[in-house]
């Protein structure tokens, strides 16, 4: 059982900037590949970002691409999301997860494990 837990939600203005963090517990993180989610309450959880297990590949959803980063750090057992130019359309709560398949996946039902999630409201 690999434990999830997401950080550096909070508020911020549009146009600026947050960091997310996951810490995964447990030895084996670099076995995993890891994405991030995002949920309002009147849609499905969206894909935001995957990186490969050595952090040699990412895979972004169109909506962010281009101004976030997915990044992971092994050694510290920690993947994050750095988001830059934030928009309203951003407003959701943030969910790391743990896929152990190999290849990057948008796909939610891949994913094994999930983190409580992490809100971030984004003011216009």
């Known amino acids: 059982q690999v434990q999830l837990v997401e950080s550096g939600g909070g508020l911020v203005q549009a146009g600026g900037s947050l960091r997310l963090s996951c810490a995964a517990s447990?030895?084996?993180?670099?076995?995993?590949?890891m994405g991030w989610f995002r949920q309002t309450p009147d849609k499905e959880r969206e894909f935001v970002a995957a990186?490969?297990?050595?952090?040699?590949?990412?895979y972004y959803a169109d909506s962010v691409k281009g101004r976030s980063t997915i990044s992971r750090d092994n050694a510290k057992n920690t993947v994050y999301l750095q988001m830059n130019s934030m928009k309203p359309e951003d407003t959701a709560v943030y969910y790391c997860?743990?896929?152990?398949?190999?290849?990057?996946?948008?796909?939610?039902?891949?994913?094994?494990?999930w983190g409580q999630g992490t809100q971030v409201t984004v003011s216009s």
């Open positions: 997860a743990a896929d152990t398949a190999v290849g990057l996946s948008g796909y939610a039902p891949n994913y094994d494990y």
């Open positions: 447990g030895r084996t993180f670099s076995s995993y590949t």
């Open positions: 990186i490969s297990r050595s952090g040699g590949s990412t």
